[in-house]
């Protein structure tokens, strides 16, 4: 777990890095900024019936002594301004398929299995460093009516001033992720919508919003 220690140490690289990231454009100095993360389409499984349990732990659900099926992943982050400050009280939704590739939505027709102790939403309000965390599972790709879907997480996130409704993709699925249409129309953008696989199961993922 991270500490206060750790990410002041990594606000002040990232200061650092800013500060050397200074260009000089037509004699006028410009700080550089991140990169805004990409957009991507709601998609048709937001969830219309929201569970009554939408902690950060998808991976159980109040009341069941079961766990969800499938790899058991952590994903951590911080949402960030435009100006790579972080954003304290942001909310973020995310909702994504089971192992087997199914939603918990009437309109997801796919005949995989639902997952009974599978939360499949969740419901978070970033911390003073704009920071996030949820335990899942690694969502399964699943094929649908625009092709195959590689294994994605959908975020709606709510930043001060703007909403920012994204996808975000796992660098270990290049594979599936060059078949797909949604990735592939990201572009040179796709970089700001993949988590940063950590370790085994942890990755890590920021999100830049349009905030300032
Ligand atoms: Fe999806």
Request: include cysteine; proline fraction near 6%.
């Amino acid at each position: 777990m991270e500490n206060d220690y750790t990410l002041s140490r990594r606000r002040f690289a990232g200061a650092a890095l800013t500060a050397a990231g200074i260009i000089a454009t037509g004699g006028i100095a410009r700080a550089a900024t991140p990169a805004q993360t990409a957009s991507g389409p709601l998609g048709p499984f937001y969830p219309i019936m929201r569970p009554a349990d939408d902690d950060f732990d998808m991976t159980m659900i109040k009341g069941n002594t079961g766990r969800a099926l499938g790899r058991v992943i952590e994903v951590t982050g911080r949402v960030l301004d435009s100006r790579g400050n972080p954003v304290r009280g942001a909310e973020l939704e995310l909702w994504q398929c089971n192992a087997a590739g199914r939603y918990d939505h009437p309109g997801d027709i796919a005949t995989a299995p639902l997952d009974p102790n599978f939360q499949g939403f969740a419901r978070l309000i970033t911390g003073p460093s704009g920071e996030w965390r949820v335990m899942t599972i690694k969502p399964a790709g699943y094929s649908s009516p625009i092709g195959w879907r590689t294994p994605h997480i959908h975020f709606d996130v709510r930043g001060r001033q703007h909403r920012l409704i994204t996808q975000m993709y796992f660098s270990e699925d290049h594979v599936t992720n060059s078949k797909d249409a949604l990735y592939n129309q990201l572009g040179e953008d796709a970089i700001t919508a993949m988590a940063a696989q950590q370790a085994a199961d942890r990755y890590r993922w920021d999100i830049v919003v349009s905030d300032s």
